[in-house]
């Protein structure tokens, strides 16, 4: 294996970190504050700072970069994106990488955010023409944004066949009813469109009584109860919800690939998505550390600089050492993705989602520890940083059930 970049993600990655490092990060204190200041007025909005930098990064070609190889014509050249072809998943890792240094703010320049991006290639792959035309043209126009109804309150959700929400399909529409929570997405001002799944036969076998549904938020019978704070951190213009269902009405032809596929649809989503919300959390890992060890060199406690102090070298060189083992563990998921697909990388990625979450949070916790008091505040990006890794320890599955994915695989080798 090969893991140095094509020269199309060479130029990519160089476009990208020199847009986030002189157009994103100088702005991005003040961008946070706006949509503070919005959320504590009572109003979920958008800064305007967002469409400036969106505009930019359009500008330059640096759009929807996530669009994968396959699937990306004609949308690549129509909306923008750099060179007019999508990326392997390879390529778009490193990519993913650097948006992650600005987590909280680069994807979203760059239309490469969850959920979107996962909602984009579930049209792009499993939408019909119309579909296409009416949400993922709009999407990766940047004119909406998405959100996912898969988890629920009233459930274990980490077993998503537990999903009792419903979607019956009644005469030519499907009748919808119940609750989601955690729904990324939905308190941006711009959220259009929810992939709803939901039940739709329980007499079927466990995967396949589920569908997926494409759910207007205005649809009658929507409501948004209330936005959801992560330890307190709301992640405003964009959030968390909990969203209720009560006898929506949407068209049969609203439908993704069929009733009973919506399994199918999820293991082709979040394959790819779990590579890149790992390659973001490791630019996150990496911008603790950098600011470690900075903070520990400039700071002087006891005669001696703080990374002198206790067993500081021996944290700051074990850091270096697992962000790098999991990068590597990364770009291998993504490799044996593209070669041969999500079967062919069942447990190469379900190791990397639980190791990389769990390498980032020690890395940026170390971190924090040497800023003290000041690490777990508003002035440094760390207690948020920190937050996010932990949150991922449990989206897209947590850990627990990717631990059970890896070790049914070892076993089998053996039966």
Request: aromatic share 6%; hydrophobic share 45%; glycine share 10%.
């Amino acid at each position: 294996m090969d893991f140095s970049l094509s020269p199309r993600a060479a130029e990519l990655a160089e476009l990208v970190s020199a847009f986030v490092t002189d157009e994103i990060e100088p702005v991005q204190d003040a961008y946070h504050r706006d949509v503070a200041e919005a959320r504590a007025a009572g109003t979920w909005a958008e800064s305007p700072i967002m469409g400036e930098l969106r505009a930019k990064a359009r500008a330059q070609g640096l759009w929807n970069l996530f669009l994968p190889v396959g699937h990306d014509q004609p949308y690549a050249e129509q909306f923008g994106t750099h060179g007019g072809a999508g990326l392997s998943n390879s390529d778009y890792a490193p990519l993913a990488e650097l948006m992650g240094r600005a987590t909280f703010l680069a994807p979203y320049v760059f239309n490469c955010n969850a959920p979107d991006t996962g909602n984009m290639e579930v049209l792009l792959k499993y939408g019909t023409e119309e579909q296409k035309k009416e949400w993922l043209e709009p999407l990766l126009d940047g004119q909406i944004r998405s959100a996912f109804g898969m988890t629920e309150p009233g459930v274990a959700s980490s077993d998503a066949t537990n999903m009792a929400a419903t979607a019956i399909v009644d005469g030519d529409e499907v009748l919808i009813n119940g609750t989601k929570w955690f729904s990324t997405g939905v308190g941006h001002p711009d959220c259009k469109i929810m992939i709803f799944m939901g039940l739709a036969d329980p007499d079927a076998d466990r995967h396949h009584r589920h569908t997926m549904v494409l759910v207007p938020l205005d649809s009658p019978g929507v409501t948004i109860d209330r936005m959801l704070s992560t330890n307190n951190v709301f992640d405003e213009p964009v959030g968390h919800g909990q969203v209720s269902f009560d006898n929506v009405r949407v068209p049969k032809a609203n439908i993704l690939l069929g009733e009973g596929r919506a399994f199918e649809i999820a293991q082709g989503r979040l394959g790819p998505g779990r590579i890149h919300h790992c390659m973001r959390l490791l630019g996150q890992a990496e911008v603790a550390l950098e600011l470690a060890i900075k903070r520990g060199m400039s700071r002087t406690a006891f005669g001696k600089p703080l990374i002198k102090l206790g067993g500081n070298p021996e944290r700051i060189a074990d850091a270096r050492i697992a962000i790098d083992q999991a990068r590597l563990l990364v770009l291998n998921a993504a490799w044996k993705l593209d070669v041969g697909g999500p079967m062919n990388a069942l447990s190469e990625v379900s190791q990397i989602k639980v190791i990389v979450p769990n390498v980032a949070q020690q890395v940026i916790d170390m971190a924090i520890q040497l800023h003290g008091g000041g690490g777990m505040s508003q002035d440094f990006p760390l207690s948020a940083m920190w937050t996010n890794a932990r949150a991922l320890r449990l989206a897209d599955g947590p850990d627990e059930v990717h631990r059970g994915v890896v070790a049914r695989i070892e076993i089998s080798k053996y039966l």
